[in-house]
Structures are given as C-alpha cells and as structure tokens.
Nanobody, 126 residues
Framework: QVQLVESGGGLVQAGGSLRLSCAASGRTFTRLSMGWFRQAPGKEREFVTHIGRYGLSTFYADSVKGRFTISRDNAKNTVYLQMNSLKPEDTAVYYC???????????????????WGQGTQVTVSS
C-alpha cells in the first residue's frame, strides 16, 4: 500500500506562485509514476500533470503548460508541483497520485491511478 501526503497549498493572489509537495511511502519510489489531478467546486476531477519514474518524461494538461512544472526527488521520495502565474481558474483541491503501470494512453483518466493523497486546497484570488 502506498501512502501519499500533500502539503503546500494555500491562498495566493493571481499571478503568484505556490509549490506543492507530495511525500510517498510504502513502496519503492522509483517503481511509481507520479502525477497531480485537481478538482474545482462543481467540476469533475481533472488531470494536471505526470512524471515518469526517473523524471525523464513529463506531460502537462494544456491548461497549465508553461506555467506549472512537475519534478521529483527520488532520494527524498517526494514529488513537487511548482505553480507559477496562477489564475483564479486554478483554484481547486489538488491531489497527488501514484501508479506502477500508467501509460501515455491512460494517464489522463483518474480511474487509471491506484493511489491518491488526501488533497490540498489551492485558492487563487483575483
């Protein structure tokens, strides 16, 4: 069983930055692809980004491309989401996700990810 604990959410003004962290335990970290989803009030859960097991591949939703950066530190069993140029529409609960066998064809589907964190709230004021 994999445990994921997010931190770093909060309230920020539009144009500002936040960095989310997600600490993983319970499985060899390099066996896990990692990612982030988000869910805004009244909306479906949305794929944000993915990073491969060794950080060599990343993929972003169009809505965050060029503003968000995912990275991982395998020595610390931690994945990060650096969010810059934040917009009010980025307001959501952000979830860290992990999976051993994600593929490019399935990464955008929430049901493809087995392990989820509890979520951290990000609020961007206009």
């Amino acid at each position: 069983q994999v445990q994921l604990v997010e931190s770093g959410g909060g309230l920020v003004q539009a144009g500002g930055s936040l960095r989310l962290s997600c600490a993983a335990s319970g499985r060899t970290f390099t066996r896990l692809s990692m990612g982030w989803f988000r869910q805004a009030p009244g909306k479906e859960r949305e794929f944000v980004t993915h990073i491969g097991r060794y950080g060599l591949s990343t993929f972003y939703a169009d809505s965050v491309k060029g503003r968000f950066t995912i990275s991982r530190d395998n020595a610390k069993n931690t994945v990060y989401l650096q969010m810059n140029s934040l917009k009010p529409e980025d307001t959501a609960v952000y979830y860290c996700v992990a999976e051993e066998s994600i593929t490019g064809a399935t990464m955008k589907q929430s049901a493809s990810w087995e392990y989820w964190g509890q979520g951290t709230q990000v609020t961007v004021s206009s």
